[in-house]
């Protein structure tokens, strides 16, 4: 596998290319986020492969890319599942913004992916052997069964050089009920996952359990408040836009939000335990933009679009002490930004 070129084939064998892809992309679809198996998974092109010559070279300019870009490689692959890859043209929020988004992701994945793409073969045989059991169709009631009774003997094997390593993700699905229309555009609906290793899940059910704190009722708010940061923050860059004037915004309107809960640590100060809740966020937003007309005479209405990707915090405090569901939650902090903006 070494020194071999790492791009897409076609007509090729792109199983390893894929495996690795997924493991960098999280084990998630790129464009809903949900974890997926390999099996209904598939590499997608973000510029697609069918593009013309003067299409790709408008790609180049209006997307920034590179001289070197490839179509077919690591910068412009993405896995994605089988629903969303018969359905993305449909999506609303995927526009220039989200395009920006997921190209900025796969640029920055690119040498990790060749890196792992030329490690694999420097233990053909095995890397051979696992590659087959992850491409496993566990529906077939063999191969399922044959899964069950001898994957716990890896996973054992893999404790014993480092327990960490064997840790594992789970994925739930939030639904936050008290999201109303009245609050939200109707075609809006935030999704909102936990995606969690095993100490976020004990700290979930310290909270559950102990502190009788319900999930939806600590989360709600924060989603609120997060959705209240983002608007304000995509209203002031536009806002901040001088050239070809000055611009003045509406309150931006959130067509797509996708919140991940991806760690929940735990701590015991004296007689509260607090609680760090870190996740990640991708969104859509729209705003009504008024710039002075380019005579200087009146004013021209425009329309912004955004789309922004970032990680946030919060905290929960509970003294051991005090009542159930008796929380302490701070605001929301917005840690990392990343926003592509787009004015017509």
Not at 33 to 49: A, F, N, V, W
Not at 311 to 325: K, L, M, N, Y
């Amino acid at each position: 596998m070494a020194g071999k070129e790492v791009r897409y084939r076609n007509g090729g064998d792109n199983s390893v290319l894929k495996m690795i892809l997924i493991e960098q992309w999280g084990y998630c679809c790129y464009v809903c986020g949900r974890p997926k198996d390999y099996t209904d998974t598939q590499i997608d092109h973000l510029i697609p492969q069918s593009v013309s010559s003067a299409e790709l070279k408008d790609a180049r300019a209006q997307y920034s890319l590179t001289s070197s870009f490839d179509l077919h490689g690591p910068e412009n692959l993405a896995p994605i599942c089988s629903n969303c890859n018969r359905t993305k043209s449909n999506q609303t929020f995927q526009g220039a913004g989200f395009m920006l988004l997921s190209l900025s992701k796969a640029a920055k994945l690119r040498p990790r992916v060749i890196s792992a793409y030329k490690k694999f073969g420097s233990g053909t045989r095995l890397s051979n052997q696992l590659l087959r059991s992850i491409e496993a169709d566990l529906t077939q009631r063999e191969a399922r069964e044959a899964f069950e009774m001898h994957a716990p003997a890896i996973v054992q094997k893999l404790a014993l050089l480092d327990e960490d390593k064997a840790d594992y993700v789970t994925y739930r699905q939030v639904i936050l009920d008290d999201m109303h229309p009245d609050d939200l555009p109707d075609i809006f609906i935030p999704d909102v996952v936990l995606s969690l290793r095993t100490r976020g899940r004990t700290a979930m059910s310290i909270l559950q359990d102990v502190c009788g704190c319900q999930l939806t009722d600590l989360l709600e708010p924060r989603v609120h408040d997060l959705i209240e940061l983002l608007q304000d923050r995509v209203r002031q860059e536009f806002e901040s836009i001088t050239e070809p004037s000055r611009t003045n915004a509406s309150p931006a309107e959130m067509f797509h939000l996708r919140v991940t809960i991806e760690t929940i640590d735990y701590h015991r100060h004296a007689s509260v335990l607090e609680f760090t809740f870190q996740g990640s966020f991708d969104a859509y937003l729209v705003a009504s933009l008024v710039q002075d007309a380019l005579d200087g005479d009146g004013i021209q209405d425009r329309q912004g679009e955004a789309a922004v990707a970032g990680t946030f915090s919060f905290t929960a405090d509970w003294p051991i002490s005090a009542e159930q569901g008796a929380l302490d939650i701070s605001d929301c902090t917005i840690e990392d930004w990343v926003s592509h903006r787009d004015v017509t």
